[in-house]
């Protein structure tokens, strides 16, 4: 028997923050102290970090357009300062470049956006974004001092110049504004920088700074903007070659601040003074969930579907009422007039990245293909647009005994609830660790007990009580975990192992076996209970309801594609049932010949890259494609690798264990050559 603590309301602070806004239509964005409003309901937005300046522009509007077929409500991305001012006084807003571009298509496919506006970002960027000539300048940054401001001022005039009109107050998709990154000492700058943006025009119901990397939470300008957190599934950027110990990101601990991210460039720092950041004052928020994990030459984690799903629905248990990923799209860093724009060693950061890819491992890829983790958190996505109202204002409540970082053995669980109807949320996943199986486990609400449940293997789920599905009728509790709603259908997926039951109010109780063709007909509603298998394609396209088979729907100029290219079914819910559809999308296999040389027929102009941490012998290729539809497959095993079309660095990639996918549009045709460089046991691997 699993029971939880005592439910105790919290008094909700209201109309203390200086945020909050209006669009023309009349509809509001407010925040309160446990969760965001708008429209006059509580509200939960799924954000998806994306560069548009590390895309092609050409393939803005598909990507994002799976990105919304995956869930993600609102578009993040940075405002590189060094990408949009290489030089001084010329600025570059054009081609991939190009925000103002971006920010419309998001609002074409009716995503919001915020834009992260530094000026310092970090990113991975060379300089944290800074430009080579702003370092160059007698004064320090990042603080009030007169001369920087008025370099910032000039930035954020610039940016307010793109997205002019584009704010929420204006009709518009940008509904929050980031605030520097990862500022943790100096609450009194990060005043002045969101009074400068106001002052620039750029004024948005919401304005947010990241809360980490301070023991008491980094020093932040109180009630004047919403402090956000994340949580990745391992340290990257940490200077050693050893496995971490288990991540506390899955265990149900209530836990706001990592003060783990960003280690290697902020130091942790212990108030003095009595500060603690008043988290009692905000909702919890989230903005650097870990999408995947970006590789260092010194350590390059293999991430895991498990791992970042999990994260995700732990951070959902424990209360996140906005949910962000970083990154939810890899991307590919541009090479600049003067330098490269990777962070490096050589640019006085702890950790080198490749010069291009900055993959992440993310749902999407650098190049748009689906990930595993995509499928998996749109089941957490599908359930907070249908149900976020209800789930919003419900208040955390922890296990009755609390799981200890080492214990392999006890079950890891927590509740959200209003004190009447909830959903009990159990992660039975670590990465890097086996969880002992657990039998017969019954769960004690207080108000409801669930039937038994074996809760074996890696699964991490959440199960529903006192949730009301139409006037009058009442489901007591469920085995199975809620999808979603489409007008008086309630869609479930079975947890992998777990039979499906649902206990109606009154003592009902009805089994189902799970498909397609599963319904059942409860009062005036239906509930369709899906594999675990089949509700990894659900998709919400233009609000109707489909179904993959085995394929990664998303919608493109009214038509429904696949993203992968080929011949699919696929299923459509009418109301009744799911009807059958197909998708054709011609695709010819490109043909791939290696053929070793000695060396190429040009100069490569970053071959440097291939010898970090020393020396090393390099194998080249040449690479003849044929074709530019699909991904060219470069099973190699080395330290890293480069591509060179027509003598130009186009990719690049650490060996962290996988074969390295390219698309084949970057290479038929042309003069290809592949070098690899000697792989040797100097990095922290999981292959």
Excluded at 351 to 367: H, K, R
Aim: overall charge negative.
């Amino acid at each position: 028997m699993y029971r939880f603590k005592p439910y105790q309301p919290k008094p909700i602070l209201k109309e203390h923050l200086n945020l909050g806004g209006e669009n023309p239509a009349g509809e509001r964005i407010e925040v309160n102290s446990l969760y965001f409003m708008r429209g006059g309901k509580p509200w939960i937005g799924v954000m998806g970090e994306f560069h548009y300046a590390r895309y092609d522009r050409r393939y803005w509007q598909q990507e994002l357009s799976k990105m919304k077929a995956g869930g993600i409500t609102i578009v993040a991305t940075y405002v590189f300062w060094i990408y949009h001012e290489e030089i001084e006084g010329e600025f570059d807003f054009t081609g991939d470049r190009d925000l103002r571009a971006f920010i419309l298509e998001c609002q074409k496919l009716g995503l919001d956006v915020v834009i992260r506006i530094g000026p310092w970002a970090h990113g991975e960027v060379r300089n944290g974004g800074f430009p080579e000539w702003l370092l160059q300048k007698p004064y320090k940054l990042r603080e009030n001092n007169p001369d920087y401001l008025a370099k910032a001022r000039i930035l954020y005039e610039k940016i307010a110049e793109q997205v002019q009109g584009l704010f929420y107050k204006d009709g518009g998709n940008i509904i929050a504004v980031q605030l520097e990154n990862e500022l943790t000492h100096d609450a009194e700058h990060l005043g002045t920088l969101k009074q400068l943006a106001i002052e620039c025009g750029m004024i948005a119901p919401i304005y947010t700074v990241t809360g980490w990397n301070a023991v008491n939470g980094a020093r932040i300008p109180v009630d004047e903007v919403v402090p956000v957190f994340g949580g990745y599934c391992d340290a990257p950027w940490d200077q050693h070659k050893e496995q971490l110990p288990p991540s506390p990101h899955y265990f149900f601990t209530g836990m706001r601040n990592d003060t783990g991210i960003g280690a290697d460039l902020l130091p942790r720092q212990t108030s003095d003074d009595g500060w603690q950041l008043p988290y009692e004052r905000y909702p919890f928020a989230t903005c650097e969930l870990g999408g995947g994990m970006q590789v260092t030459h010194h350590r390059r984690p293999l991430v895991a579907p498990m791992d970042i799903y999990a994260i995700s629905l732990v951070k959902l248990g424990d209360g996140n009422n906005l949910i962000g990923y970083y990154m939810y799209h890899g991307g590919t860093n541009k090479i600049g007039k003067l330098t490269t724009l990777q962070e490096s060693r050589a640019t006085g950061y702890p950790n080198d990245y490749p010069i291009l890819s900055y993959d992440f491992q993310a749902p999407l890829s650098e190049y748009g293909e689906v990930r595993e983790h995509y499928r998996l958190l749109n089941l957490l996505h599908l359930f907070v647009q249908d149900f976020g109202d209800r789930l919003a204002p419900m208040i955390r409540v922890e296990a009755e005994h609390p799981v200890k970082r080492e214990d392999t053995t006890s079950l890891r669980y927590a509740m959200r609830t209003d004190g009447q109807s909830g959903f009990v949320f159990i992660n039975h996943y670590q990465r890097h660790a086996k969880l002992a199986d657990l039998h017969e486990v019954v769960l004690d609400t207080g108000s409801v007990i669930f039937p038994p449940i074996d809760v074996c293997g890696d699964i991490s789920f959440f199960l529903p009580f006192l949730m009301e599905l139409a006037p009058g009728v009442v489901l007591e509790c469920a085995t199975a975990q809620p999808l979603c709603k489409q007008g008086d259908v309630y869609f479930f997926t079975q947890i992998p192992g777990i039979p499906v039951e649902y206990r109606l109010t009154g003592g009902q109780i009805l089994r189902a076996e799970p498909g397609i063709d599963s319904i059942l007909q409860i009062g005036e509603v239906k509930v369709v209970t899906l594999t675990w298998d089949q509700a990894r394609y659900l998709r919400r396209l233009d609000d109707e309801l489909y179904l993959g088979d085995g394929c990664d729907l998303f919608a493109l100029e009214g038509s429904i594609c696949s993203a992968q290219d080929g011949e699919y079914e696929y299923w459509h819910w009418t109301g009744e049932r799911f009807e059958s559809r197909f998708i054709q999308q011609p695709y010819i296999e490109p043909t791939v010949k290696f053929k070793k040389v000695e060396k190429p027929p040009f100069e490569p102009k970053h071959i440097d890259h291939l010898h970090l941490g020393g020396e090393r012998e390099i194998c080249w290729h040449q690479v003849s494609v044929s074709g530019s539809q699909g991904f060219v497959k470069i099973d190699y095993i080395g330290d890293a690798a480069q591509l060179y079309v027509d003598g130009e660095l186009v990719a690049d990639d650490f060996y962290y264990g996988k074969a390295w996918r390219v698309p084949a549009r970057l290479l038929g045709g042309k003069s290809c050559y592949l070098a690899v460089s000697e792989l040797r046991d100097d990095f922290y691997r999981e292959f």
